[in-house]
């Protein structure tokens, strides 16, 4: 051996030693810290192979060859790392403005997007938004792009609307045919009559007298939804052309197509129809009008956040005194039939 080697050889077993002095007593398992690692890491691998094999060491040659490595992968690892840990992660509120265009324009792409964040003066690159529209889980343009029959009907509210007819029976067996009409946007419905005899002329004078309805009301309809039932004549869809609607056929056996107003037929059928005995014809008329005005001006929709079609959501209450002494009280229509309920004055 060389005098370098048995130097090597002699700091090793000495550090050994001093290692075993500072556990002595403490626990019988020898416990190398990290820096006693590098030390015997750096000394023992500069020894031949065959000199570390005949050398009384605490742990295998190849625990020291395994800690050499590790301590060399800190120290390049140390002297590669870049300055900067790489691209920052996108701020939140970037990330959701970037899916709420998404999700009010459907047919824009990432492409386009981009280009309306630029606008707005937010920097992001083109990659970010391909990631984050890919994270989302929402696909490209061109299959998202799809309308539905439900977004149509959202985006067509202002300018639609839907008519349909009510089946009913009176206690003297008599059939009773009611049409009535509801607007999309605001979801106010228009009781346009009841026959036991649904003519093509009283059918063509009931619209007649709704499309004045609309006008006086400002109402500027372009569509009017309806079924295909054979009580809906032709002449009356000359009628809605001349005043500027066009009317559009719900597919056969599709009563989805015209949900909202088969909503209305249901609510009637459940709070009015279903709860009151109908005499006659002239009863079932008081008993539309007022559920009319209390579907109107009182009935609480989800659509319109919980307001009425004629009347606005009230401010909520904030004084707590006033909420601990509510006064309320209640107005009966149809012999109690319909509750309305307000603050007494």
């Not at 709420?100 to 386009?112: H, I, K, M, T």
């Not at 707005?120 to 391909?130: D, N």
């Not at 129809?273 to 009319?292: F, G, Q, S």
């Not at 989800?302 to 002494?325: C, E, S, V």
Request: aromatic content about 6%.
């Amino acid at each position: 051996m060389s005098d370098r080697d048995k130097d090597m050889e002699i700091l090793v077993l000495r550090h050994q030693i001093a290692v075993l002095e500072r556990q002595l007593g403490a626990d019988t398992r020898v416990r190398f810290a990290p820096e006693d690692r590098a030390l015997l890491a750096a000394l023992l691998t500069s020894l031949p192979r065959e000199v570390l094999h005949r050398l009384r060491l605490l742990v295998r040659p190849d625990t020291v060859l395994r800690w050499h490595r590790d301590l060399m992968r800190r120290r390049h690892g140390r002297i590669c790392r870049p300055k900067r840990p790489g691209r920052p992660p996108t701020v939140r509120s970037i990330r959701a403005l970037i899916l709420r265009l998404v999700r009010e324009n459907p047919s824009w792409g990432y492409r386009r997007i981009h280009g309306e964040l630029t606008t707005l003066g937010i920097k992001v690159a083109l990659s970010t938004v391909w990631e984050i529209l890919k994270q989302a889980g929402l696909d490209p343009a061109p299959e998202r792009a799809t309308t539905t029959w439900a977004d149509f009907l959202r985006s067509q509210a202002d300018a639609l609307l839907a008519c349909d007819f009510i089946e009913t029976i009176t206690l003297s067996g008599q059939r009773q045919y009611v049409l009535a009409a509801i607007e999309h946007a605001t979801r106010r419905v228009r009781v346009l009559g009841t026959t036991a005899h649904p003519s093509t002329n009283w059918v063509t004078q009931a619209i007649k007298n709704l499309v004045m309805d609309l006008d006086d009301a400002g109402c500027r309809a372009r569509f009017l939804l309806r079924d295909r039932d054979g009580k809906f004549p032709a002449i009356m869809d000359e009628v809605l052309a001349e005043a500027g609607i066009k009317t559009v056929l719900t597919g056969i056996r599709m009563p989805r197509m015209n949900s909202i107003m088969e909503r209305w037929v249901q609510s009637c059928r459940h709070e009015l129809l279903d709860r009151c005995l109908i005499w006659n014809e002239r009863h079932l008329r008081h008993a539309l009008r007022e559920y009319e005005h209390f579907y109107n001006q009182h009935r609480s929709h989800q659509a319109l956040n919980q307001a009425a079609p004629l009347r606005p959501a009230p401010d909520p209450i904030t004084d707590p005194g006033r909420i601990i002494n509510l006064n309320i009280r209640r107005q009966d229509r149809l012999a109690g039939v319909l509750h309305e309920y307000s603050h007494a004055a």
